[in-house]
């Protein structure tokens, strides 16, 4: 005689009931929960609690010199809106520089221009609208024009000047530019090639002399971003800072952060693609998440369609991480022995 099998689950009954489409559905529900709703990781998921544990990050110096490398214009609010006004609070110069002019995200520019086949033109002045954005952020995070740089290189083609267009200029396919053309960039005219984005950013670690970099990690989804990471490590190798060096993601994989929209009381989480980094977290005062989301509602060029994915940014806590890459634990495990090693001694 057999045990009666255990009473299946009524939920569980009912899906099999339902079948594939059944499961689908269920799918969709739970990942569109786990995308919009705080409470699905506060039950499930604990990584706020990991947050919790994260060490503190230390606090900023009088006098020292702090640069924020942006890919593009909002990524130095999104990233470190919080950490501008702390510095600045501590009484650190904080200066930004922008790489590219955000021109070419065509769908923005298809709203913003309001046609449904964008060209150079639209795309050009949507950049021309994000650079002004930038400073105007800027402002409101409390770093002055003077500390600004706006690079003006492609949006969307970083990667192709590191690698293909180091010495041969690139032309951007949205703007049909080959060479830099916002207003007010630090270098007009430069031609879109790798060599002179690095001597742009020579010129403004020259100019800037800082004691901290914050730049992307090399774990972040978006090429542009992963592109001035390596640039960053690179140009800071060469002078040997690359210790002044702080890591943060914005394009974090698997829809991080979650949950999508405004919710100032939920901490940022660790981006699943850069989980391994050793993150240290800042905690905001309400004022300053407050002033963060201000500065993020600056970019309406990009709230009106990311706006709940920008607004993901806007938590009780940044995160920093001091090194590029996880501890490798492969480098310390020796290796297997089998038999005596060459030129050893017998
Ligand atoms: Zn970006």
Redo the contacts with the bound molecule.
């Keep these: 005689m057999t045990a009666p099998p255990p009473p299946r689950k009524p939920w569980l009954a009912q899906l099999r009931r339902w079948g594939p489409p059944g499961l689908l559905a269920a799918l969709i529900v739970g990942l569109s929960a786990w995308i919009n709703l705080p409470v699905v990781d506060q039950v499930f998921g604990g990584s706020a609690r990991r947050v919790a544990g994260l060490p503190a990050l230390e606090a900023f110096r009088a006098g020292q010199r702090v640069l924020i490398l942006?890919?593009?214009p909002?990524?130095e609010t999104?990233c470190c809106a919080g950490l501008i006004q702390q510095a600045r609070a501590a009484g650190a110069r904080v200066s930004i520089a922008w790489i590219?002019a955000?021109d070419g995200f065509e769908f923005d520019a298809a709203l913003t221009q309001r046609t449904l086949r964008p060209g150079a033109r639209n795309l050009r002045a949507l950049g021309e609208t994000r650079v002004l954005e930038a400073r105007r952020a800027a402002a409101v995070l409390g770093v002055p024009a003077a500390q600004t740089y706006m690079l003006g290189y492609p949006d969307g083609g970083l990667l192709r000047l590191f690698t293909l267009h180091y010495a041969t200029p690139y032309r951007a396919p949205r703007t049909d530019a080959a060479a830099v053309y916002v207003k007010g960039a630090l270098s007009p005219g430069a031609p879109y090639t790798g060599q002179a984005l690095e001597a742009d950013l020579r010129r403004v670690l020259d100019k800037v002399q800082p004691d901290l970099v914050l730049a992307?990690a090399p774990q972040?989804f978006?090429s542009?971003?992963r592109t001035v990471s390596y640039l960053a490590l690179r140009l800071l190798a060469e002078t040997r800072q690359e210790n002044r060096l702080r890591f943060w993601v914005?394009?974090g994989g698997l829809e991080w952060p979650v949950p999508k929209g405004l919710h100032p009381e939920q901490p940022l989480t660790v981006p699943p693609l850069a989980s391994g980094l050793p993150w240290q977290r800042a905690s905001l005062t309400p004022e300053q998440v407050g002033r963060k989301l201000e500065a993020v509602n600056i970019y309406r060029t990009q709230t009106r369609i990311l706006g709940r994915f920008m607004h993901a940014f806007v938590r009780r806590n940044e995160l920093l991480s001091p090194v590029a890459l996880p501890p490798d634990p492969g480098h310390l495990t020796p290796e297997p022995e089998s038999g005596p090693r060459p030129g050893a001694a017998p």
């Design positions: 942006s890919p593009h909002d990524d999104l590219t955000g992307p972040d978006h542009d971003h914005v394009h």
